[in-house]
């Protein structure tokens, strides 16, 4: 028997349920699917679709895990050890820059930015011009709704493909004009100017901040060294 076509709203059906957005039935596996992050990673409590940006806070301020406000879902934040200590070293190392002609502020892995009406973001490092800040002055609230100049992100184990080309996206339709996506263990970053458009920058090779950060330059192996302690005395 041959396959009949479908109906027109049997795609219609198929349509919506590739689009639908969690809810309050969807179990840990769906989720886990629909976010392609490990199950370890979700929190069902909201219930998923219902959270909102005071229990992104609230869970965040506790310092037990860092999250991240997606669909109504938190969503932990994957970094380890070695990523954190990158992620601090770069924050100084851009913010030394920025500082010295103040072309705005740079911002660490705790900072949360509303990138859309339900969506809050926490980029393991950004930088934000004063002309990307309203009225051109710091945010005082917890939650700014603002797009970052440069999204960095800085690659761990628990990280996934699916979820760091997500991001990708969001960032780029959000207005980001450069995302730097750094591989600790590969000792390598992939530069982004649009969700197409990549380069990748190498050990032994050096980063610069191009149209965004112009003058800003990192030796990638000096960037990825190992901090060894002086002789003992």
Request: contains cysteine; hydrophobic residues 40%; charged residues 30%.
């Amino acid at each position: 028997m041959k396959n009949e076509p479908k109906t027109a709203s049997q795609k219609t059906t198929r349509k919506s349920a590739s689009h639908a957005r969690p809810d309050p039935t969807w179990t840990v596996a769906r989720l886990s699917r629909y976010f392609g992050v490990p199950p370890e990673r979700l929190l069902l409590h909201p219930r998923p679709g219902m959270a909102t940006e005071e229990d992104l806070l609230y869970v965040n301020e506790q310092g037990d895990r860092m999250c991240e406000l997606v669909d109504g879902v938190l969503v932990e934040k994957a970094m380890g050890f070695r990523e954190a200590f990158l992620a601090g070293l770069l924050v100084r190392l851009l913010g030394e820059f920025v500082d010295r002609d103040n072309l705005g502020i740079v911002v660490a892995p705790d900072a949360t930015i509303r990138f859309f009406p339900g969506l809050v973001r926490l980029p393991d490092v950004a930088f934000i011009s004063w002309d990307r800040l309203p009225g051109r002055k710091f945010p005082e609230e917890s939650v700014p709704n603002l797009a970052p100049d440069l999204a960095v992100e800085i690659i761990s184990k628990g990280n996934t493909p699916k979820e760091m080309r997500r991001k990708l996206g969001e960032y780029f339709r959000a207005g980001v004009r450069l995302v730097w996506m750094i591989y600790p263990k590969k000792r390598i970053v992939e530069v982004y100017t649009s969700p197409r458009r990549k380069k990748e920058v190498r050990h032994g090779q050096t980063l610069d901040g191009g149209d965004v950060l112009p003058g800003f330059s990192l030796s990638l192996t000096e960037f990825f060294a190992t901090p060894k302690a002086p002789p003992a005395s």
